[in-house]
């Protein structure tokens, strides 16, 4: 029973639809969210079609895009290599040139041209020409660096007043399809390529030979190479190319004259009083020459034998320097003369095609024994034959000293080539490097010539070595052109002068005809 104090307290349990239970929206708000979880995923599905429809014309853009571009890139590099390939042949003529960039466009096709079939090369050119022709252009010319063209552009091409040098390749590609560029309202697209390219001005260095041994061919030493019928001949044509000139009662062909005493041969052949022709030399030399039993004379059948025939030979053998018989060089000697004359021919091939070349000479020994420096880089060609044709065996020196002339050829290339000229030098020699620093010393002569090609080939000149007869050293000029990029040529020993002078006149041909090319735009 309860007291009066105390109180019963009732509570009342909460209604289900009044209190939610904890953690649980109202149904009302339940169902608004709801609502609106489906508007936004409706707006997502607009949105990602879009996006995607977005990113596909993205993709489609992209891929013709690059489609062009590659398309482009092969063009581009389809005419460079044709332009490449029709100035390597300008030599021949604009025909042959052009024929040559035809060829390479086929050869390098562009887009969806197949790729050459060489068994149907021709068929293939044919039917390029057909599809292409009147969209591509070629003209040949001259390139001038400093000239402007038509639309502005520093350096042109221009007309050519010799045999071109330089050719244009420009075409035209059209209607190339799309992949997708039909979604964007076009179909097809164009592009087009053009390139000029052109002989490299060079500048060049020839480096001769100028030692005692390049008469040897015409002195009796060589009967037993070149036969005795041919060694007379020489002599009497350079007797004739001196003047054919008369001492005393002396005949061409040789007399003997048994004695001994050289004041009988002297009154005999009616020289007594008769001075001496040349600076260096005289008659007591010439007759002492032909009575000794060690010289070549003797050797050959020609002891005590006195004439023209022998005299010849004693002024190649003895007295060749220029300040000993000054008047040799305007001789026939061998083989000294065959390569003055493919020096002279060497720079007429130079000339036939307008490349800007220069050219520079030369030569060793000096008087000092060391190389000298005849011209420096030129377009004066005429300067340079004259300065070549004037010179004789031993001009200045008896001995050979390479490095020396490849020194001189190397400081005048490095003082003074043209800042993007092709740098060159041309080295022919018929005998044995052995004068270095004013003495005989063959060891040390020989390794000046690796230095100075060590030289060289660091400044990027490239060497062009040329070996004329067995004597040479074929060993060290294949070194020296292996060690600059260069190319090493042999004419080897037992020819006729005929033989070997040809041989010469090829080898600065093909010297003269491997022009270096660039694309100049």
Not at 52 to 73: C, I, N, Q, R, S
């Amino acid at each position: 029973m309860a007291t009066p104090q105390q109180k019963k307290t009732f509570v009342r349990a909460p209604s289900r639809s009044s209190q939610p239970p904890t953690g649980q929206p109202p149904a009302g708000r339940d169902r608004r969210c709801r609502d609106q979880r489906d508007g936004r995923r409706g707006a997502t599905v607009v949105l990602a079609a879009f996006l995607m429809v977005v990113m596909l014309g993205v993709v489609a853009f992209a891929v013709d895009l690059g489609y062009v571009l590659k398309v482009k890139t092969d063009l581009d590099r389809s005419i460079d290599a044709a332009a490449l390939a029709g100035a390597g042949l300008l030599v021949n003529g604009q025909a042959d040139a052009e024929a040559a960039a035809v060829e390479f466009l086929v050869r390098n096709p562009t887009g969806y041209q197949n790729a050459v079939d060489p068994e149907l090369l021709e068929q293939q050119v044919a039917e390029f020409l057909a599809i292409h022709g009147e969209e591509l252009e070629m003209e040949v010319g001259h390139w001038d660096p400093d000239a402007t063209d038509a639309e502005g552009n520093v350096g042109a091409l221009v007309a050519a007043t010799e045999r071109p040098s330089a050719i244009r390749v420009a075409l035209s590609h059209n209607d190339h399809p799309y992949f997708f560029g039909r979604i964007f309202g076009g179909s097809t697209f164009d592009v087009e390529s053009e390139a000029i390219a052109s002989y490299q001005p060079r500048d060049i260095m020839v480096v001769l030979d100028l030692s005692a041994s390049m008469n040897d061919d015409s002195e009796f030493k060589s009967i037993g190479s070149l036969g005795r019928s041919a060694i007379e001949a020489g002599l009497e044509q350079i007797y004739e190319d001196l003047g054919s000139p008369t001492y005393g009662t002396m005949q061409f062909q040789p007399v003997y004259i048994s004695t001994n005493k050289t004041w009988k041969i002297k009154n005999k052949l009616g020289l007594k009083n008769l001075p001496y022709p040349h600076s260096q030399g005289s008659w007591n030399e010439y007759i002492s020459y032909m009575k000794s039993s060690g010289t070549q004379p003797a050797s050959w059948g020609y002891r005590k034998k006195y004439g023209y025939l022998t005299l010849i030979n004693y002024w190649l053998d003895m007295r060749p320097l220029n300040n000993e018989t000054g008047n040799l060089w305007q001789a026939s000697a061998q083989p000294v003369t065959a390569v003055k004359n493919s020096v002279s021919l060497f720079i007429d091939y130079v000339q036939e095609v307008d490349t800007e070349d220069r050219i520079g000479l030369s030569v060793y020994n000096d008087q000092n024994g060391n190389g000298k420096l005849e011209s420096g880089l030129t377009t004066d060609f005429a300067s340079l034959v004259a300065l070549s044709n004037a010179k004789q065996a031993g001009h200045y020196h008896g001995w050979t000293n390479i490095g020396g002339g490849l020194e001189v050829a190397r400081a005048e290339l490095q003082a003074n080539a043209r800042e993007g000229s092709y740098r060159l030098i041309v080295l022919m020699t018929d005998g044995v490097a052995n004068w270095n620093n004013g003495g005989y010393n063959p060891t040390a002569a020989r390794q000046h010539v690796l230095g100075e090609a060590a030289a060289a080939a660091d400044l990027g000149i490239k060497i062009m070595t040329i070996s004329l007869g067995a004597g040479a050293d074929t060993g060290l000029m294949e070194d020296v052109a292996d060690i600059t990029g260069g190319v090493h040529f042999n004419i080897p020993g037992g020819q006729t002068v005929a033989e070997y002078a040809q041989d010469l006149t090829d080898t600065f041909h093909t010297i003269a005809d491997d022009r270096p090319l660039k694309l100049v735009r």
